[in-house]
């Protein structure tokens, strides 16, 4: 039956491994006079509808009597201050050695103190959609703050009589429920940007001083995840979709990070070519000894950069944050999309803007994609070596976007490695490296690298990866060596020729994967990773030295 929410009162105790001082503090707080419990999205949705600072558009929430809503049901726009997207600066994991937990377990006392005085709104919903793997999850938000509370909701699975029924039947997990406290108003002068504390071994987490929506989202995230992975899942910041051939199913998965093309890739239609089952483009786990996966949300948190008013895909949206409002030419209230108002503006979609929906897919992955923004890299590049896969996965290089508030601007036009594309771990990163070595070798994984920047300084657009990859699961790819490096080869593509005559392009490769070993080695303590990981990037490097040498001595 899913994760631990009642226990027996023998084992409430020092002793039970379940429980902490940070987790008695945060689930406390929960059962308190001023906490309104809100049963239903429709009382959410009348909650957000009326709140200071919502504007309700005049656009019909689609599929709205399915979603649980009143069939009157409009989109809701709210908007924030300053800061439009996540800030991950302001994480703190209180199972790692160096944090002082006295310090920020006194920290948290005096935060809930102050918040007594306020009302607060709590819902329940259930991360992850299959009896395979389910968690319970209650969250907190304050008066003030009712669409993020709407908005959580919607993301995840409000608890509903039907739901609840098949959590009593889903897989049990020696597991806390997970517990969420918000409260965006909390401020304190050592942490100006906000906090957000996490206790992952108790499933409980402080979101504190920090308004924008997606810090709920990925802190309930971060906090599954970690349950995932010690029960014997892999989890996985992604997209996951399975392609319906003529004389076969073609399984795939897609690991970037926001902005990377990872919700293009996995929603892409492919113009009816063939028919796609969607799991989900963010988050899901896979199962270590079977293969299968299960969705975690039923809904997606998308960017409206790339729509305009009169895309289709409008119609589903739900909730937005960070946008405009204006007038249309028959007086309606209509959003102002594109990002016109702000980068990163957002929306909660529903699962109905997915024609071809599924929440499990029984079958194990066919194939990996690594989604990176490495100019040294081809559009594609396939890795044979499971080892060298997973070093691959680990050493991810992209580029941050406006999904992330950081506090160094000039971070956005920076290379950073950002391992699986998962900044939400909690856990050691090695243990993430044994898990995706292990499903490339013993699942027989194919791995892929897309870049999605550029090459050769030429833009590779979302036509040149979608084609890429329709060659790929066709299998009427021929992949070419790159250059002398045993196990990667790349898929030729008109206009984007690899060149490894040129010194200075091979020089270029040189220094990425010089990048990616110091990053290795670089890792200390519970991240330590296997030396297998540096030996096998340190022949990469030594290949291409080679090569460069030899070529060197020609001219």
Known sequence: MGTIQQFNPQKISPENPLFSSTKTMIESFFYGNNVEIVPTIESAYLKASEAAGTVVTDLPIKHAKQLGLPKEAKMLVSNDGKV??????????????????????????????????????????????????????????????????????????????????????????????????????????????????????????????????????????????????RNDFIACHGGMKQYHLSHKKFTMATFGLSGSGKSTITLAKHHGRYPVEVLHDDAFVIDRATGTTVALEPAYFDKVQDYPLTDPTVAYFLTMQNVGVTLDDQGRKVPVLQDIRNGNGRTVKSRYVTENRVDFIGEPLDAVFWIMKDDSLPPVVKIEDPALAAVFGLTLATKRSTAEHVLDESDLDMLVIEPYANPFRSYPLGEDYQNFRELFQKQTTACYILNTGAFNGKDISAEVTLSSIETIIEEAESFIPFDSIAGMSYLPIKGFEVDFSQLEYTEKVRLRMQNRLDFILQQKGSDRLPKEASIIMEDVIENLKKQSNEKKKSF
Not at 140 to 152: A, D, W
Not at 166 to 178: M, Q, T, V
């Open 84 to 229: 439009v997207g996540r800030t991950s600066a302001v994480r703190v994991i209180l199972d790692q050695s160096e944090v002082d937990r006295a310090y920020y377990d006194g920290l948290l006392r005096e935060a809930m103190y102050q918040a007594s005085s306020q009302t607060f709104y709590q819902g329940n919903v259930i991360v992850g959609l299959h009896e395979n793997f389910m968690i319970r999850s209650h969250v907190l938000v304050p008066k003030g703050f009712e669409t993020n509370l709407y908005s959580y909701l919607l993301n995840f699975q409000i608890e509903t009589e039907e739901w609840r029924q098949r959590y009593e039947k889903s897989a049990p997990l020696e597991e806390n429920d997970i517990y969420l406290f918000a409260n965006p108003e909390w401020q304190h002068p050592d942490f100006p940007h906000g906090l957000a504390l996490f206790d992952p071994l108790h499933n409980v987490a402080a979101i504190l001083g920090l308004r924008y929506f997606g810090e709920l989202k990925k802190g309930t995230l971060t906090l599954a995840w970690a349950t995932a992975h």
